[in-house]
């Protein structure tokens, strides 16, 4: 009955294996594109942070506007820094080669 398992599930833990190999590869490279757009987002949240505060160099302080650019560009550089999408996909594959190896340990 085991070796019948064993048999049944070898595709699956052959994708598995694909599907993890390639997806780590990819997170790798996209989670150096995410880190350069995070700084870039933190950079503008920033200066929108300047213009609500200060009313520099072109609004008038206390623009809800330029509050509002602030909060959401700080919550999505954080969300496309490391600890953030890069983080949680890191952690879904995890999972997945657990799994990988839960089959294969059948």
């Keep these: ?3 019948f398992f064993k048999i049944v599930l070898f595709p699956i833990s052959l994708v598995l294996t694909i599907v993890v190999a390639i997806s780590m590869f ?3 490279r996209v989670a150096i594109l995410l880190n350069i757009f995070s700084g870039i987002l ?3 949240a920033a200066i929108s942070y300047s213009q609500y505060f200060f009313g ?3 609004a008038q302080a206390g623009d809800p506007d330029s509050l509002l650019i602030a909060v959401l560009g700080t919550i999505f550089a ?3 820094s490391p600890y953030g999408l890069p983080t949680a ?5 995890a999972k997945l080669e657990l799994l990988n190896e839960a089959i294969k340990s059948i």
Excluded: G, K
């Design 78 to 80: 954080f969300l496309l």
């Design 89 to 93: 996909a890191v952690w879904i594959l």
């Design 42 to 44: 933190f950079v503008s």
């Design 56 to 58: 520099w160099p072109y």
């Design 26 to 28: 990819l997170v790798e």
């Design 1 to 3: 009955m085991r070796i």
